[in-house]
């Protein structure tokens, strides 16, 4: 995540697969950095109450998950990213 002119890899993300949280974090848009963590972070009622990480350990597909970071993304007025081939 790019804050200011630094980027940062948030601790959360350590146990995760890098490519599955790009793929999440792209579809979240040109959200900012700190609405991005907050949907990270958050319970979301989508997933029964679990944030994304612990869903995510839960086996819950990279594609609902990808999903709802889009539908979050867009509710919040973003543009959509073209994801990276």
């Known amino acids: 995540m790019k804050v200011g002119n630094r980027l940062y890899y948030p601790q959360a993300f350590l146990g995760m697969d890098r490519e599955t949280v790009a793929t999440i974090c792209r ?3 040109d959200l900012g950095a700190r609405e991005k963590l907050m ?3 958050r319970d979301h009622g989508t997933l029964a109450g ?3 990480a612990v869903a995510l350990e839960s086996g819950v597909p990279v ?3 990808q999903r709802l970071a889009a539908a979050w993304a867009r ?3 973003a543009a959509l990213v073209a ?3």
């Open 50 to 52: 679990k944030s994304v």
């Open 27 to 29: 579809a979240l848009g």
């Open 75 to 77: 509710e919040r007025g």
């Open 83 to 85: 994801a990276a081939a």
């Open 63 to 65: 594609s609902k998950l």
């Open 39 to 41: 949907f990270w972070l």
